[in-house]
């Protein structure tokens, strides 16, 4: 326990260092200046970038020829920082209500020092946002759990007590079933309370800086990438508006499971064995036989997890299984460079016709494809049972992790309307936020489509039935 107290923030650091030098800007200009803004992104090109609507923007063509009308923010070497307008227009809104606000234009500070060390290390921003999500999630469960009174405890039993009569009406209580199968294989349980204990935060990190550099990084002009026969300068078909969707899901994620958990605590299975619970509500608990893997005797218990700021009773939703299932789906669907010809077809046996020119093909996705499906399936499906192995979740909770998910994935940018807050805060700290140019999209022989409709295909069916033309 000592030893992890000092290596687990060890590991997180090192994570959120090593991605900020990783998605540094090599060749950052000690001044630059850029076009004010005429206008903020609207919501729906910030929209939630769900698997069916994923950076609705349009393609670019060659970047040689087109490459100004593909750029956000173009700089101009014509505006002074001392020539910027003070003010920029944001629009707020939830549903089909709109309003524009009037809120401080902070590029008038883009050139002061700090500013240029955004510019340089942009992930500093990310580490920023990630610190203020995860430790206001933290806090807020602190809170809960210090002010938690012995009647909140007894509630939290009863729900859990609850979760199990669902899930026995609904056939589906296997939770003893897998823990004894996993009990039965020693080498196999310390394996899973080590993934339930160690990865959770660590892989968020990681999957985070990821996915920087893939949608951001690779995509900025300032840096282009070398240009290959037959290719353009765009490195990666995802954008930026990919990565900014994915981390306010996360943010929204919390919100809702701090909602959920704070109004109705539920307490997880591993912790309904307590032998000092007297009374039928006690033995009704402990004759479920469930058992503390993580915590007891040879466990592998987190330094996130065993402080008493801890909310033990936080089970509902599981945000283990939310958050994995987030990056799972992203990751299977994430948009690819697949060249048509290194994606086999092969014909259906049910469509075979007497003119083979007219046969019906399976256009199989590419090994990158199969790669993210695996990698994308395996994450949240270990998560899952580990959660579940460990006795720190009820199935349900992984479905409410689930639920949770799906609404903060379709309603995440509701925190766009927190960006004229943003903009005062930096303005009080006289602070500029780099908005680094990016190409979104390219047109290239990696890219099956030349339009946004056929790119959201590839990304979700790529084994598309597709018709051979005679």
């Known amino acids: 326990m000592a030893i992890g107290t000092v290596i687990e923030p060890l590991v997180v650091i090192v ?5 900020t030098w990783i998605n540094r800007l090599r060749d950052a200009p000690r001044s630059y200046y850029i076009e004010p803004s005429s206008r903020s992104p609207t919501r729906d090109e910030a929209s939630n970038c769900s698997p069916s609507s994923v950076e609705r923007g349009p393609l670019a063509q060659n970047l040689s020829s ?36 009037t809120t401080p234009n902070t590029a008038i500070f883009r050139n002061r020092r700090f500013s240029r060390l955004l510019r340089r290390f942009p992930f500093l921003i990310e580490c920023w946002y990630w610190t203020l999500i995860y430790w206001t999630y933290q806090l807020a469960r602190a809170f809960t759990a210090v002010t938690f009174q012995e009647e909140t405890v007894d509630v939290a039993r009863k729900h859990a007590l609850q979760v199990i009569t669902l899930e026995e009406e609904l056939h589906i209580a296997w939770e003893v079933d897998i823990q004894q199968y996993f009990l039965r294989h020693p080498l196999l349980m310390t394996w899973t309370n080590r993934l339930y204990s160690f990865i959770h935060i660590p892989g968020t990190i990681a999957f985070l800086v990821w996915l920087y550099y893939y949608t951001t990084t690779l995509n900025r002009v300032e840096e282009p990438q070398p240009v290959f026969l037959g290719e353009s300068a765009c490195d990666s078909p995802a954008g930026p508006a990919l990565y900014r969707a994915r981390r306010r899901t996360m943010a929204v994620c919390n919100l809702l499971a701090f909602v959920v958990f704070t109004l109705w605590p539920c307490m997880p299975p591993r912790l309904l064995s307590d032998p000092s619970v007297e009374g039928s509500v006690g033995e009704l ?6 058992i503390d893997t993580v915590h007891g005797e040879g466990g592998s218990g987190s330094v996130w997890t065993r402080n008493r700021f801890c909310n033990q009773y936080a089970a509902m939703p599981s945000l283990h299984f939310g958050y994995a299932l987030m990056i799972g789906l992203t990751v299977m669907t994430i948009p690819l460079r697949c060249r048509k010809c290194c994606s086999p077809s092969m014909a259906h046996p049910m469509f075979k016709t007497s003119n083979p020119d007219r046969a019906t093909v399976f256009q199989l996705p590419c090994w990158r494809r ?24 009820f199935i349900l909770d992984a479905v409410a ?19 004229p807050i943003e903009d005062l805060f930096l303005r009080s700290l006289r602070i500029h936020k780099p908005e680094l140019r990016v190409v979104e999209y390219c047109s290239s022989p990696y890219i099956d489509s030349d339009d946004d409709a056929a790119i959201h295909e590839l990304m979700l069916k790529p084994w598309e039935i597709q018709p051979v033309a005679p």
């Open 15 to 19: 994570l959120l260092f090593g991605g």
């Open 66 to 101: 087109h490459s100004e009308a593909h750029l956000t923010r173009s700089p101009s070497a014509s505006l002074l920082p001392q020539q910027e307008r003070r003010w920029r227009a944001r629009e707020i809104g939830v549903g089909s209500w709109r309003r524009e606000l």
């Open 285 to 290: 608990s402990r004759s479920y036989g469930f």
């Open 370 to 393: 199969v790669v993210c499906i695996t990698v994308g399936f395996l994450y949240p499906f270990c998560i899952l049972a580990a959660i579940i192995a460990t006795a720190n979740h």
């Open 401 to 419: 992790g689930a639920i949770v998910c799906g609404l903060a994935w379709w309603g995440n940018s509701v925190l766009l309307n927190l960006l």
